[in-house]
Each structure stands twice: as C-alpha cells, then as structure tokens.
T-cell receptor, first 108, second 117 residues
Framework: GQQVQQSPASLVLQEGENAELQCNFS?????MQWFYQRPGGSLVSLFY???GTKHSGRLTSTTVIKERRSSLHISSSQTTDSGTYLC??????????FGKGTHLHVLP | GALVYQYPRRTICKSGTSMRMECQAV??????VAWYRQSPQKTFELIAL?????????EQNFTQEKFPISHPNLSFSSMTVLNAYLEDRGLYLC?????????????FGEGSRLIVV
C-alpha cells in the first residue's frame, strides 16, 4: 500500500548542531507537507512543499518528486526545537498519509 | 486566512459511551474533510475521507457504524466515536481541504483527545 517512511526515528543533538530529517514515499506523490507536533498533540504546519526548496527562518525543506523524497533541515538547533516532526503526503486527491515521525531531542 | 477549529479539545468518557467531535472551517470552503486518529505511540491513521458530492469513504479497520461522520456543508463536519473503549483512545484530528490547481493543502484543527475510563 501507500507508505510514507521517515528517518531517523529519533535524533539527539547538542544545541547549535544541524538536523537533517528525511521522508520517502512508496508511490508517486502530489505534494509534501511537514509538521511539528506540539507536546499536547496539535500540529504546526511548517511547509507545504510540492517540489523544490523552501526556507523559513532556520528551517529548509527540499522535495524531489522524481526521487519520491523530501527533507527538512534545521540549522543551529535550539532546545525549543525538541519535539516530533511529521511529514505527510497526499498521494491522490484529498488523501493525506502521515509518516511515523522523527522525535528530535536537542540538549542544552 | 484559512483556519480550522476543532472541539472539544479533550473528552473523558466512560467505557461504552460515545463522544462527538466537530470541525469548523473558517475562511475557505472545505470541499473535503479527512478525519484521523493518532493512537498512543503511533502516527496518524486516516479514518475516513468526506468529499462534497461523494460518499464518505472509510479506510480499512474503520466503519461508519463505529465512526459516523456528517459533512452537511462546506464549513462543518462532525464525527462520533460510538461505544468507545480503551482501544479508541487517542487524538482525533480533522483536516479540511480545498483542493484546486495548487494541490491539496489540508488545514488541520488542534485535535480532540479522547480518554476512555
């Protein structure tokens, strides 16, 4: 079936280090979204990125549709970046599938 | 801007009782609404997708009898968890989409957390 695979499952960094999160898809995708899930569970939309590279502050998202992958780069990580990062893809009209998430822990 | 309000944020219900949650789209027309569940320690699973002018489509392991959904207009949807038991606990999320040429951006609510006791 359609799958979204995220890696790594968890990541521990020292504050100031960079993080690279990956997302791969088993079928062709229409778009890619990256979310940060708050401890209470709600989602913060980081990027809607069907293709190419997008920047937002210390965050960069790059999607390469042909290779069915997307990445989220966090530069100069801070302790407040700790949490769960989810990628999601809509593989056909309106149906969005989530990855299992990357649990990021940034140490002071 | 586009916003999705979801409520209640949290419900504690007794085993065997039901819980209804609602999703309100503001600032756009929600031609599609997707309901998800995140069980403890898991990612979000799609329960069902409701698209205007189409029948509501449920994913495997989820049924209309257990999770009836209403999508009466382009700004509102509700879903009920009937006869909730421990395995139904988790965070329920609605995502409302507009589709269109720019692709399908889903705007998500804050989630409704179901605790079953």
């Amino acid at each position: 079936g359609q799958q979204v695979q995220q890696s790594p499952a968890s990541l521990v960094l020292q504050e100031g280090e960079n993080a690279e999160l990956q997302c791969n898809f088993s079928t062709s995708l229409n778009s890619m979204q990256w979310f940060y899930q708050r401890p209470g569970g709600s989602l913060v939309s980081l990027f809607y990125n069907p293709s190419g590279t997008k920047h937002s502050g210390r965050l960069t998202s790059t999607t390469v549709i042909k290779e069915r992958r997307s990445s989220l780069h966090i530069s100069s990580s801070q302790t407040t970046d700790s949490g769960t990062y989810l990628c999601a893809s809509d593989t056909n009209a309106y149906k969005v599938i989530f990855g299992k998430g990357t649990h990021l822990h940034v140490l002071p | 801007g586009a916003l999705v309000y979801q409520y209640p944020r949290r419900t504690i219900c007794k085993s065997g009782t039901s819980m209804r949650m609602e999703c309100q789209a503001v600032g756009f027309q929600a031609t599609s609404v997707a309901w998800y569940r995140q069980s403890p320690q898991k990612t979000f699973e799609l329960i069902a997708l409701s698209t205007v002018n189409s029948a509501i489509k449920y994913e495997q392991n989820f049924t209309q009898e257990k999770f009836p959904i209403s999508h009466p207009n382009l700004s509102f949807s509700s879903m009920t968890v009937l006869n909730a038991y421990l395995e139904d606990r988790g965070l329920y999320l609605c995502g409302a989409g507009t589709g269109g040429n720019s692709g399908n951006t889903l705007y998500f609510g804050e989630g409704s957390r179901l605790i079953v006791v």
